[in-house]
């Protein structure tokens, strides 16, 4: 194993600079991840040609593959930093790490993005359950066993972003609102309490950016962290939005 580890970065200063490429020569450790990678040159700032830099911006919170907020490309494919381990990314690519910021959203800086476009997608089909109040309102509806099994693999949603960075739909030219969105929809219409605004969200899903715009590249679900079923939930919104189209000739 390599004493150290090259670490090329695309780096960017602020929203409106251009990017530029710096490499970093990182001493290896058993056992390190891309966060603990980009802790080292944040203690030692220093370039390859030992040219003086500043620490690499990036997100992270959970450091447990739960909040979603480390997510970039590394090697060429989208994940969490905190999940990503150095010995397997140095297996898929010769002796080097590349981290880059994903590319369907706004850069911030170097690493950080503004995934705003996603949250604005989950806003559109009311990515939530409805209530009245936060008192106490007693027990709500049951919910059965199998409705429950099919609910919960969605629910591990963490907003990431990585099935929006590997669609092809999802870009600042389409008004696609993205296979999470879709998904989420999907969850929120299968709750009891959550159907309430069922029709709102078919409604979305139904007009432009909605399902017909999805191309059914299924790239999302390859590179889902929590193995969401994304395709099953895109084929089920299709199927829903087309009796909702139905309901709506004929006036029901």
Same mark, same amino acid.
């Given at each position: ?66 909040? %979603?907020?480390?997510? =970039?490309?590394?090697?060429? &494919? /989208?994940?969490? *930093? ?6 397997? +990314? ?42 009245? %109040?936060?008192?106490? =309102?007693?027990?709500?509806? &049951? /919910?059965?066993? *199998? ?6 693999? +969605? ?98």
């Amino acid at each position: 194993m390599a004493k150290t580890i090259p670490v090329k970065i695309k780096r960017q200063d602020t929203p409106h600079d251009g990017s530029r490429w710096e490499t970093f020569d990182v001493p290896y450790e058993s056992g390190m991840n891309v966060t603990t990678v980009l802790q080292r040159i944040a203690a030692n700032p220093m370039t390859a040609e030992q040219q003086s830099s500043t620490p690499v911006a990036y997100d992270a919170c959970c450091l447990e593959e739960i909040c %979603g907020a480390c997510t =970039m490309v590394i090697n060429g &494919r /989208v994940r969490q *930093a905190c999940s990503a381990l150095v010995d397997d +990314l140095l297996q898929e690519q010769a002796d080097s790490i590349e981290l880059q910021p994903m590319t369907k959203f706004p850069v911030v800086r170097d690493l950080v993005v503004n995934r705003q476009p996603m949250f604005n997608s989950l806003s559109k089909v009311k990515a939530w359950v409805r209530v009245d %109040g936060y008192h106490d =309102m007693g027990s709500g509806p &049951r /919910v059965s066993e *199998a409705t429950q099994e099919e609910a919960y693999p +969605l629910s591990r949603c963490m907003t990431c972003g990585c099935c929006v960075e590997a669609c092809p739909q999802f870009n600042d030219h389409s008004p696609f609102i993205g296979p999470a969105a879709i998904s989420q929809a999907i969850l929120f219409n299968s709750h009891p309490t959550g159907a309430v605004d069922r029709e709102d969200r078919l409604a979305v899903l139904s007009d432009a950016g909605g399902i017909a715009d999805c191309g059914n590249s299924q790239n999302c679900v390859k590179v889902c962290p929590k193995e969401i079923p994304l395709t099953d939930s895109i084929a089920k919104a299709g199927r829903d939005t087309t009796l909702y189209k139905i309901r709506q000739w004929f006036g029901r």
